[in-house]
């Protein structure tokens, strides 16, 4: 009986060396930076600082919000984009339709200089002198690197239904 108390107290020491040697090892896949404290409403206002750099209509400002190398699977693009040039050319068309984004729905998770936001969120877009409300799947993953949260991996996507309804019609 000692024999196996003996294992299970080896086995939780064991698992809290290992938990409180997590943090420092994930950290040095982050540049040797500390986990910086954070918090969902933090997380949830760079939603806010993308969307005010899209107000601006400058692509240069939007990609500025992005990691060296992000990854973009846009709403209205087939291409994978994985570099600020190819990111930048999406915007700059992007932008021509003054677009500004509104979550409706979004789901946050924290992790050592590492956030996601997912969720759906709805576009107001201006096509040709009229306002068009888009709704989208979305994903945001941050990382936090150089002193500041920038966008890892971005994903969006038209919600089936619009995609259902617009094949559905096509077909008639």
């Known amino acids: 009986m000692k024999r196996i108390a003996s294992i299970i107290m080896l086995s939780s020491i064991s698992h809290t060396i290992q938990a409180q ?15 910086v ?8 206002m760079l939603f806010d600082r993308w969307n005010a750099a899209l107000a601006t209509l400058d692509p240069s400002q939007v990609t500025a919000q992005y990691a060296q190398d992000a990854v973009l699977l846009a709403t209205l693009s087939d291409k994978p984009r994985a570099n600020h040039d190819e990111i930048k050319d999406y915007f700059v068309h992007f932008l021509h339709e003054k677009p500004q984004g509104k979550i409706d729905r979004r789901i946050i998770n924290l992790g050592c200089n590492i956030a996601s936001d997912t969720g759906i969120y709805t576009f107001t877009l201006h096509e040709k002198g009229k306002i068009k409300h888009v709704q989208a799947r979305y994903s945001f993953v941050y990382e936090y690197d150089d002193d500041q949260w920038l966008i890892e991996h971005h994903h969006s996507s038209l919600m089936p239904e619009q995609l259902f309804n617009t094949s559905h019609q096509s077909r008639r």
């Open 21 to 35: 040697t997590f943090a420092p090892i994930h950290a040095e896949t982050h540049n040797n930076v500390t986990c």
């Open 37 to 44: 404290k954070t918090s969902e409403e933090e997380i949830g």
